[in-house]
């Protein structure tokens, strides 16, 4: 059972528009949320979280939307820039006891100049 | 110090050899993980060290067995692996288990069985 889902394993976006990957998850347990960033060859690097109790984090370019009735959470990045090509992970997790994260397949962002 | 730092880079290992993944943090976290990543998948979840006591094992096959010894350093000793095991072999480390503010992850050890 994939608690969380990305669908689309590829996403190509034109430099300065809005890239929009989402995510979609089955277990309503999930306290909090994250997005990673990864480029080849390197170990994913953290980018941002959100809270299960917000619907909408934002940290400089990019901004996580999260519909819990939905069960669905959206990482935009605006403006898009060539450095941002990467693969992009959504990840859930919960507090207290045994926490782990579960991550979806993730999304291959290519951003073209 | 604000990196996870995983060795070898590469590492190609025969069925019958016995070798081990290491790494280390000097972040002061006090949770570490080992994940197994294959390709075009997530990350798996192998293993959580918490105040390097082993917190969980998600049902890892006794050929890799995990050592945490001390609070810097964790490794995974692989013995009698299968070409199946070849995967990217992810270390992380949080303050402390399940940290929301994420994971640190190293860049992992690209593991080849033959």
Same mark, same amino acid.
């Given at each position: 059972?994939?608690?969380?889902?990305?669908?689309?394993?590829?996403? $190509?976006?034109?430099?300065?528009?809005?890239?929009?990957?989402?995510?979609?998850?089955?277990?309503?347990?999930?306290?909090?949320?994250?997005?990673?960033?990864?480029?080849?060859?390197?170990?994913?690097?953290?980018?941002?979280?959100?809270?299960?109790?917000?619907?909408?984090?934002?940290?400089?370019?990019?901004?996580?939307?999260?519909?819990?009735?939905?069960?669905?959470?959206?990482?935009?990045?605006?403006?898009?820039?060539?450095?941002?090509?990467?693969?992009?992970?959504?990840?859930?997790?919960?507090?207290?006891?045994?926490?782990?994260?579960?991550?979806?397949?993730?999304?291959?962002?290519?951003?073209?100049? | 110090?604000?990196?996870?730092?995983?060795?070898?880079?590469?590492?190609?290992?025969? *069925?019958?050899?016995?070798?081990?993944?290491?790494?280390?943090?000097? *972040?002061?976290?006090?949770? *570490?993980?080992?994940?197994?990543?294959?390709?075009?998948?997530?990350?798996?979840? *192998?293993?959580?060290?918490?105040?390097?006591?082993? $917190?969980?094992?998600?049902?890892?096959?006794?050929?890799?067995?995990?050592?945490?010894?001390?609070?810097?350093?964790?490794?995974?000793?692989?013995?009698?692996?299968?070409?199946?095991?070849?995967?990217?072999?992810?270390?992380?480390?949080?303050?402390?288990?399940?940290?929301?503010?994420?994971?640190?992850?190293?860049?992992?050890?690209?593991?080849?069985?033959?």
């Amino acid at each position: 059972d994939q608690q969380v889902k990305q669908n689309s394993p590829s996403l $190509s976006v034109q430099e300065g528009r809005i890239s929009i990957l989402n995510c979609d998850y089955t277990n309503s347990m999930f306290d909090y949320f994250l997005w990673y960033k990864k480029y080849p060859a390197e170990g994913p690097t953290f980018l941002i979280s959100i809270s299960s109790i917000k619907d909408k984090n934002e940290d400089g370019r990019f901004t996580v939307f999260l519909n819990k009735s939905a069960k669905h959470l959206s990482l935009h990045i605006v403006p898009s820039q060539p450095g941002d090509s990467a693969v992009y992970f959504c990840a859930g997790g919960t507090q207290g006891g045994s926490e782990k994260l579960v991550f979806g397949k993730g999304t291959k962002l290519t951003v073209n100049p | 110090d604000t990196e996870v730092t995983q060795t070898p880079k590469h590492l190609v290992m025969g *069925m019958t050899n016995k070798k081990s993944l290491k790494c280390e943090q000097h *972040m002061g976290h006090r949770a *570490m993980y080992w994940y197994k990543q294959k390709a075009k998948k997530p990350p798996e979840l *192998m293993f959580v060290y918490s105040y390097e006591k082993l $917190s969980i094992n998600e049902s890892v096959p006794s050929r890799f067995s995990p050592e945490c010894p001390n609070s810097s350093l964790l490794n995974l000793h692989l013995h009698a692996l299968q070409p199946e095991d070849s995967a990217l072999y992810l270390c992380a480390s949080s303050p402390r288990q399940g940290d929301r503010y994420g994971y640190t992850f190293g860049s992992g050890t690209r593991l080849t069985v033959v």
